[in-house]
């Protein structure tokens, strides 16, 4: 009987041990930036999100571990238009009184090299939730030489999202050419994080 509770005590700090989460990585936010374009008529408008934060825990080798809960506040838009700003955040666009956040929540990481990994999680933009593969490119890792026992690793997300797949622009924002529907993303980070 001792044994067989000896055994069953030993299997239950393995499985603990094994629902652990990966390392967690802080965002250095003064090295980091959420940016997109998307093209009006003719040519691309670029923009980006000065809010935004998130929870990232990652390891190569142990990539059940690894999970990603990312949330960009959207009154934080900016495109250098302070009146196209403002239209973003209205209800044709964000509607960002009713729904000030977009949301991305893993599910699982996939490994595709050494460098290059796809997240695959639910995007909750508006009040539409969709699944999503984000590609992931691992820029560098290194020791970081300004914190002692902490290290550097930068990361790459160059993505697009269809907007009308959640309810951004109606009417004839939607109908036309005027804005594409695509809209094109690049999410650059440095994180760090003790060794």
Not at 111 to 118: A, M, Q, R
């Given at each position: ?159 697009s999202i269809n907007r009308t797949d959640f309810g951004l622009g109606t009417g004839s924002w939607a109908a036309t050419a005027v804005v594409s529907d695509e809209v094109e993303i690049e999410i650059s980070m440095e994180l760090d994080a003790k060794k």
């Open positions: 009987m001792k044994q067989l509770l000896t055994a069953i005590f030993l299997l239950g700090i393995m499985a603990s041990a094994s629902a652990q989460t990966a390392k967690q990585w802080n965002i250095d936010k003064s090295h980091a930036s959420v940016q997109f374009s998307i093209d009006h008529f003719f040519s691309s408008v670029p923009g980006k999100f000065k809010k935004f934060e998130g929870e990232i825990n990652f390891d190569p080798n142990d990539l059940k571990g690894s999970k990603a809960v990312f949330t960009i506040d959207v009154r934080s838009v900016d495109t250098d238009e302070p009146e196209r700003d403002g239209h973003l955040q209205s209800e044709d666009f964000f509607n960002a009184e009713k729904w000030p956040e977009m949301k991305f929540v893993s599910t699982r990481f996939e490994k595709k090299s050494d460098k290059e990994y796809i997240v695959h999680g639910k995007l909750t933009l508006r009040d539409v939730t969709k699944e999503v593969a984000l590609p992931l490119t691992i820029k560098g890792r290194m020791d970081n030489p300004w914190k002692e026992g902490y290290e550097i690793l930068g990361i790459k997300i160059d993505t």
